[in-house]
């Protein structure tokens, strides 16, 4: 590939996260806790109650499907490839990243860090975090639909048209650098001295996780606060705006930004993926090859997309990949 051929915000993007890990590993080496620290997180994020609550969402889909497909769909074994990437490489990279804006951050912004939370009771501060940190990865989510750069990392994301509890896993593994960035600082702000437990991070990321879900659940009223699986598909949509229901566990977010579009009940289930296809995908072809599509995907981020001649004209069916979706 030419340098020219290089979209280079992405370079510049997998540099940034290059450097976070290095700083993560070297302060994780410095106290020779590298080994410890990935364990643990890849028991906060990958550990036995976590799987154990994907595989009963996936029988869900199968009992209860929104769109009905067979468990062996090209969209489903696609994002299984991902969730056995997530589980490999992308917990140990993500755990070091975190450690490493971690350091920076306490080490070159400790003002940040709120004292006066030490005396606040333990119950209230977990939830003020909690939901910091929700607001945190809502700003990203926003910021990935808002700029180009950082949407071309989160376009793969998008380009599920079978959604899965599993398409939570299907990203670029370099896509979670800017929420984490994002979601470490309220985590150091407010637990700086008394890291919260484990399993609160490993219920959010539950909660995070089954909006994914193939069910037709809207989660009845909790569905006005808690983002539920109806209205996470409508922010998957082929039709109409992506830059609605940002949220990740909280709606509020959305509806003070006056993005929330809350699902009709009963409404049909809406198809979801990219226009035009302007990435890759594995439902595309007579033969699928989960791997070549895998490949396929973590490269497009980096190289130039020449503007095609549909999108050259405006059409209303443009590549997204030009515009960033609205
Ligand atoms: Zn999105
Ligand atoms: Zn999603």
């Given amino acids: 590939m030419r340098l020219r051929q290089l979209y280079l915000p992405s370079v510049l993007y997998a540099m940034v996260a290059g450097w976070l890990m290095w700083h993560g590993l070297q302060a994780l080496e410095h106290d020779g806790t590298l080994g410890a620290t990935i364990a643990s997180g890849r028991n906060e994020l990958v550990g036995p109650a976590f799987v154990g609550l994907v595989l009963v969402v996936v029988v869900c889909e199968q ?34 990243i975190g450690v490493g804006i971690a350091a920076l951050l306490v080490g070159h912004a400790s003002w940040i860090v709120i004292d006066q939370t030490a005396a606040w009771p333990r119950w209230v501060l977990v939830i003020v975090t909690l939901i910091a940190m929700d607001a945190c990865n809502w700003l ?20 599920q048209e079978e959604l899965t509890v599993l398409t939570s896993f299907r990203a670029h593994p370099l896509v979670h650098t800017a929420g984490f960035i994002l979601a470490t600082v309220p985590v150091i702000m407010m637990t700086a001295d008394h890291p919260m437990a484990p399993m609160l991070i490993t219920v959010y990321l539950c909660l995070g996780t089954v909006p994914h879900a193939n069910v037709p659940w809207s989660f009845g009223l909790f569905g006005r606060i808690i983002v539920s699986p109806a209205y996470h598909r409508l922010h998957h949509a082929m039709e109409g705006p992506q830059n609605v229901n940002l949220g990740i566990v909280l709606t509020v977010w959305d509806v003070l930004a006056h993005r929330a579009v809350f699902p009709a009940l009963g409404a049909p289930a809406c198809r979801t993926g990219l226009a035009g296809r302007p990435i890759v995908v594995e439902q595309e072809g007579l033969r699928h090859r989960p791997v070549s599509v895998l490949l396929a995907q973590f490269i497009e981020p980096f190289t130039v997309v020449k503007p095609s001649p549909v999108a050259a004209t405006g059409s209303a069916d443009a590549s997204r990949l030009h515009t960033s979706p609205t």
Wanted: proline residues 6%.
């Fill in 140 to 159: 990203a989510h926003s910021s990935e639909h808002r700029f180009r750069p950082l949407w071309r990392m989160h376009a793969i994301h998008h380009t």
């Fill in 63 to 96: 009992l209860w499907p929104a769109e009905r497909r067979s468990a062996l769909a090209r969209g489903h074994v696609q994002d299984a490839c991902f969730f056995v990437l997530y589980a490999a490489l992308v917990v140990p990279l993500v755990t070091v």
